[in-house]
């Protein structure tokens, strides 16, 4: 028996009966064979944490431009919290945890520079548009390992895929819409309650709004701090969903609406506060420059994948690509006039 053998023998000695067991897995898209030590959703999370595509998230914007804001948060902060979020409720309802932190660390990995604005900016740009989410698949499926992708197993891409909700359900009553796991469900309340405690404190630390903004019945509930905000939801989600026999991934309604008002809130307040836009508004003009120069120039920098891609796909995987400061950087060598050097 090796190894994996008697990881997954106690997989399925400890993990709740509605865990995703490593053994369960759908497979890869290209089969492979079992590894010694790993089992697969340990493969999936460390081939996602040793791409190219994770080591960018560290100089990509979370909310704040934020290049040189040593404590605002970033793509990848953003999802180290949401791993840490979701594998202690993963781990508390005795679900997955591998597969669990797979899914968070793989989760925005599609995301463009300068945060939700760049997404924006993409989503116009392309003529099929654009999302993170698909983006994010599109990565681990295709565009890692120069074309060739992650191979990763069935459940992390799904997860992956289905983890955003933006402002509309939480817990969509469309089976469709939701993760096929436990897991996957437990990752896209997991990157809810991250970034609507999280952004709270950067846009005080920004001081774009002040504590006392918050509406005081949500800080009745939640509390003043970080920590508490991350505690109260958590622990809900964990006993709405024992309570709900782990039928699925739940929030008590008390909780779950002010979940959804404390996010309308930050909607509001922050990410479409007019200073806050103001700076972001002037990273459109600097991706959509970028895009129109190299649809019109892509042998400079755009590769030609084997099934022939069309250009402007090509283009919006480059620019998605992009972490903040490698955009402004581009931008500046494509449409900055050179000095001449002095004698």
Not at 46 to 53: A, F
Not at 282 to 296: A, G, P, S
């Amino acid at each position: 028996m090796s190894i994996r053998d008697k990881l997954e023998e106690i997989e399925k000695e400890t993990l709740s009966e509605k865990a995703c067991l490593s053994i369960q897995s759908k497979g890869r898209e290209h089969p492979e064979d079992s590894h010694p030590l790993r089992t697969v959703f340990q493969r999936d999370r460390d081939r996602i944490i040793h791409s190219k595509s994770f080591r960018r998230l560290k100089h990509k914007t979370q909310v704040f431009l934020a290049p040189y804001g040593d404590h605002y948060r970033t793509r990848l902060t953003h999802t180290l919290e949401v791993s840490q979020i979701a594998r202690t409720i993963a781990k508390a309802l005795r679900l997955n945890e591998d597969l669990t932190e797979a899914i968070a660390l793989g989760h925005d990995l599609g995301h463009t520079p300068f945060g939700h604005a760049g997404e924006e900016t993409l989503a116009k740009l392309l003529p099929d548009s654009f999302t993170h989410y698909e983006q994010s698949l599109r990565v681990v499926e295709k565009l890692e390992y120069d074309g060739k992708g992650l191979n990763l197993t069935a459940e992390v891409r799904d997860g992956i895929f289905k983890h955003s909700k933006g402002r509309g359900e939480i817990f969509d009553n469309e089976k469709q819409n939701m993760p096929s796991t436990l897991e996957g469900q437990v990752l896209r309340v997991s990157d809810v309650i991250a970034y609507v405690s999280h952004d709270i404190d950067d846009a005080v630390r920004a001081e774009v709004i002040k504590e006392s903004d918050i509406p005081s019945h949500l800080i009745q509930i939640f509390g003043k701090r970080h920590a508490s905000r991350i505690d109260k939801m958590v622990e809900d989600v964990v006993e709405a969903s024992l309570d709900s026999g782990l039928e699925k991934i739940a929030m008590s309604r008390e909780v779950s609406e002010a979940v959804v008002e404390l996010r309308d809130f930050l909607y509001d307040k922050v990410y479409f506060n007019p200073r806050a836009r103001r700076e972001l508004e002037k990273t459109e003009k600097i991706l959509t420059d970028l895009y129109n120069h190299l649809i019109k120039n892509p042998g400079d920098y755009i590769k030609s994948y084997p099934d022939g891609d069309p250009v402007e796909n090509r283009v919006g995987d480059f620019i998605a690509g992009m972490t903040d400061r490698y955009a402004l950087s581009l931008y500046e060598k494509i449409f900055f006039p050179l000095s001449w050097p002095g004698l």
